[in-house]
Each structure stands twice: as C-alpha cells, then as structure tokens.
C-alpha cells in the first residue's frame, strides 16, 4: 500500500505540468483564441524561472518571473491574432518556435547550474502516517496549487457572470459585440492568462520537479497540453484526469525500467506520445461530441466593425 501511495504522489506530480498548461488553453480556446504556442511559452517560463531563482537564490521569485515570462510571450500571439488578425493556427506555431529558440539561447549559461528547489511539503506528525500521510500531505506545493487552480477554473467558468461571457465571446463574439462586451479585450485577458499559466507549468518543471534547466526540458508536454483540451472536450473535471492519465504514462516508463523489463529505452520514451495519439485518434471518431462542445467561434478572427 506504501509503494501504490508513493505512486500515485510520483503520478500527481509528473501531472502537474500538464494540468497548468492545458487549464490555461483550456480557457483561452473557451474565448474562441486557439493559441498552439504552449510548448514555448512552458519552455520560457522555465528559462526565466530558472534564471530568477539561481540569481536571487529564491525559487518563489522564479514561479513569479516564469508566469510573468509567459504572460509576456503570449502578448505577442494576442497582438499578432487579435489586433493585427494574423492566422492563429500559423502565429501559433511561430510562437512555440519563438519560445524553443529564446529558452535554448538565454539558458545557455544555466545548464550546470544547481539550485535548491521547491521541496515537497512535510508536514508534522500528518506526512508521517501511513497511506494517508503520502497522499495528502507529502505533495509539492505546487500540486496543491494546481489543484486549487482547476477549482478556481471550474466555478468561474460555470458559476460566474464573466465565465459566461467568456463562454459567449467564444460562442458568438458577433452577439457578445451587438449587447456591449469588449470582445477583444476579453479575448486578451483570456490568451494572457492562458500564457501564465504555462509559464507556470514551465516553472513547475524548472524549479520544483527537477529542478534544473536543460534545453528542451518540456520534452513535448505543451503540444500534450493542447491535445488534453480536445481529449478533455473542452471540460475542466475531464482536463484534471486527462492530466493525470498522462502523467501516469509518463511513470509507466521509468516503473518498466525499475522492473527490468527487456524493452528499448527509445520505446519506453514514445509511450506518452502514442498514448497522445491513440486517444486522439479514438476521441475523433466522435466527431458529433467535439462538435457540441467546441467554442463555434475557435480559431476564428474578430472585427469589432465587422
């Protein structure tokens, strides 16, 4: 019972990265902005969280400067997407570029670095106990957060007056326009929020999971980010499980290598990413499910004079 505890903490929080990063997408498409730059706004984040943290010797101050990080880099989508109406599907995917290439050249200095990170939490005489102890108080503080962050997501988009009206931008911006909302500016603080978070799941990885800076350290877990919001048919609960799912997977390979098992590392290694693709490939089947439960205006550009 101690080693399936022990799994399911390691599980949680080789998920965790995952469950900041589709979150954010997750409400940014529900403002009908398809932002596909996540794998490089993750990847700066945990460049300048890492930076930040070796320089000030407080890893807080580097979560800080990864969601700031990543707030900025999506500024530059949302200027390109929204103001200037550039293709959001082909901003995006220079954005990720953008962010591989930034992140490689700015850590250059910071790949022997070592530092002290977030440490996971222990609590007094609870992370002690048996079963209990380890799953719920021997977790990351980051994990703790990131579930608070799914709760938040969820009442706001479906409790309150203005996650409605993001849910309506995404809709129909043209009705949201007609009835007086600031389609634009909603669509703006949806994609910045959006890039906070992965900036946050990048800086999850940077100074608390690892921590260290290797180039390329997201491994992928952006492009999964994207593919969890169409997995989770663009719900929150289904988002948190998808993550998790992934998580596991993740596990599985190192868990296959503990064991022994006669196996290519190579292999073990691509079984998050056919895990990615056979459930896409299952999920599109369904197409009439997707298409209930995607924004109507996703992807698509808005005029306020149109």
């Given at each position: 019972m101690d080693q399936f505890a022990q799994l399911i903490v390691l599980t949680l929080a080789a998920g965790t990265p995952l469950v900041y990063a589709a979150l954010g997408e997750l409400v940014t498409e529900k403002s009908g902005v398809l932002n596909l730059g996540v794998e490089g706004m993750m990847l700066v984040g945990a460049?300048?969280?890492?930076?930040?943290?070796?320089?000030?010797?407080?890893?807080?101050?580097?979560?800080?400067?990864?969601?700031?990080?990543?707030?900025?880099?999506?500024m530059i989508f949302a200027v390109l997407a929204l103001s200037l109406m550039s293709n959001q599907v082909a901003t995006g995917l220079a954005l990720s570029l953008f962010g591989v290439g930034l992140s490689a050249f700015l850590g250059l200095e910071y790949v022997?670095?070592?530092?002290?990170?977030?440490?996971?939490?222990?609590?007094?005489?609870?992370?002690?106990?048996?079963?209990?102890?380890?799953?719920?108080?021997?977790?990351?503080?980051?994990?703790?957060?990131?579930?608070?962050l799914f709760a938040a997501?969820?009442?706001?988009?479906?409790?309150?007056?203005?996650?409605?009206?993001?849910?309506?931008?995404?809709?129909?911006?043209?009705?949201?326009?007609?009835?007086?909302?600031?389609?634009?500016?909603?669509?703006?603080?949806?994609?910045?929020?959006g890039g906070a978070c992965s900036g946050l799941a990048?800086?999850?990885?940077?100074?608390?999971y690892t921590p260290l800076w290797v180039e390329g350290m997201t491994a992928?877990?952006?492009?999964?980010?994207?593919?969890?919001?169409?997995?989770?048919?663009?719900?929150?609960?289904?988002?948190?499980?998808?993550?998790?799912?992934?998580g596991g997977v993740t596990l599985a390979q190192f868990q296959a290598q503990a064991l022994g098992l006669e196996m290519p590392s190579q292999f073990l290694s691509m079984l998050p990413y056919v895990a990615?693709?056979?459930?896409?490939?299952?999920?599109?089947?369904?197409?009439?499910?997707?298409?209930?439960?995607?924004?109507?205006?996703?992807?698509k550009p808005f005029h306020a004079g149109a």
């Open positions: 460049v300048a969280s890492f930076a930040v943290a070796a320089t000030t010797k407080s890893p807080w101050l580097g979560v800080g400067a990864g969601i700031l990080a990543g707030a900025a880099v999506s022997s670095v070592v530092i002290e990170g977030i440490r996971p939490l222990a609590v007094p005489g609870l992370s002690d106990l048996p079963i209990v102890g380890k799953l719920l108080f021997a977790h990351n503080p980051l994990v703790y957060l990131s579930l608070a997501v969820h009442w706001f988009l479906y409790r309150t007056r203005a996650g409605l009206v993001v849910r309506a931008v995404g809709e129909s911006p043209q009705s949201a326009h007609a009835i007086g909302y600031p389609v634009i500016a909603i669509r703006y603080m949806a994609v910045l929020f990048g800086a999850y990885l940077a100074v608390a992928g877990r952006g492009w999964i980010a994207l593919a969890l919001v169409v997995f989770a048919t663009w719900k929150p609960w289904r988002v948190l499980a998808g993550a998790y799912l992934f990615t693709i056979v459930v896409l490939a299952i999920i599109s089947r369904d197409a009439t499910t997707i298409r209930l439960n995607a924004p109507a205006s996703l992807g």
